[in-house]
Nanobody, 117 residues
Framework: QVQLVESGGGLVQAGGSLRLSCAASRITFSIHAMGWYRQTSGKQRELVALIGNGGITNYADSVKGRFTISRDNAKNTVYLQMNSLKPDDTAVYYC???????????WGQGTQVTVSS
């Protein structure tokens, strides 16, 4: 059973920084991409950032220039460095791993990020 363990969420003031980590274990398949999504109450889960096997990244327009996604393939770990945080970034952040063969999505349990104004 694939496990995605997230860490690094918390409470921060606007303008501050946080770094999220997600360690994937029991991976027995080729990974297509790893990424981060976020969700607030009453809204759909939305993409924050993705990183593919070749290091190609994709960001939501709302976080471009402020967030940076990176990946340690040897450790099957993905990171999200979040700078210049805004109250609108407040959400539960979910780690995602996509199976390259089946395109099945695996999800972490989520970590709360709260940005106070």
């Amino acid at each position: 059973q694939v496990q995605l363990v997230e860490s690094g969420g918390g409470l921060v003031q606007a303008g501050g920084s946080l770094r999220l980590s997600c360690a994937a274990s029991r991976i027995t398949f080729s990974i297509h991409a790893m990424g981060w999504y976020r969700q607030t109450s009453g809204k759909q889960r939305e993409l924050v950032a993705l990183i593919g096997n070749g290091g190609i990244t994709n960001y939501a327009d709302s976080v471009k220039g402020r967030f940076t996604i990176s990946r340690d393939n040897a450790k099957n770990t993905v990171y999200l460095q979040m700078n210049s945080l805004k109250p609108d970034d407040t959400a539960v952040y979910y780690c995602n791993v996509k199976d390259a063969a089946t395109w099945y999505d695996y999800w972490g349990q989520g970590t709360q990020v709260t940005v106070s104004s």
